[in-house]
């Protein structure tokens, strides 16, 4: 099985760091994201990778190369203009191959967490991953007498739940895609509408996107603490 990494785009929440990097080449804990997500899906036996590049491509084409120092294939799609997560896995019908016959992961490049990738496949309909989602803020709880009784800091919210950017997808993704365009927005909709999408939770498990410079301060105390280091 092979899978997808989307590592095109262009991070400008974290700049200045995205100024000579792609967002996928920010360091946590010395060592790229992207490595880190090919190291994951190495340890889950997913060993083809398709990496779709973009911006400043070169900084992961000449990291990364074939695979060979980290044990695996890696093939690469060049966007030569920015086509949005939906046109970015549409051009990666090539290299996929068989693969769209029997399924294949994706992922979105600035994630790192330690969800078993195979866990989405067992119904063999397109899944994506969801994670609880986490409150931005400490709250506060309060009795009914107006006593502050405790502080929970950034605390899980119940029965809320957010894309982990983690997908499993069948050849039928591919009826949905645009030629430009990004799924959150064009394919997903429309493949739940369908009836063809089912959201798997994972509550249980490290998750981190990596969106801002503080994201990259917790992920490696989290890290830190995972089973990931």
Known sequence: MKAVILAGGLGKRLKPLTNDRPKPMIEVLNVPIIEWQLKWFKKHNINEIIICVGYLKENIIDYLGSGNKLGINIGYIVEDNPLGTGGALKNTSSLLNSSIDEGFFMTNGDILTNINPHKLCREKISSIAVVPLRSPYGVVNIDNESNVIGFDE???????????????????????????????????????????LKGMKFNDNFWRSIDSHKDIDEAEKELQSSNLV
């Open 154 to 196: 950034k605390p899980e919210i119940p029965d809320k739940w957010i894309n982990a950017g983690l997908y499993y997808f069948t050849k039928d993704v591919f009826e949905y895609l645009p030629n430009n365009g990004n799924i959150e927005v064009t394919a997903l909709p429309a493949m739940a509408n369908d009836q063809k």
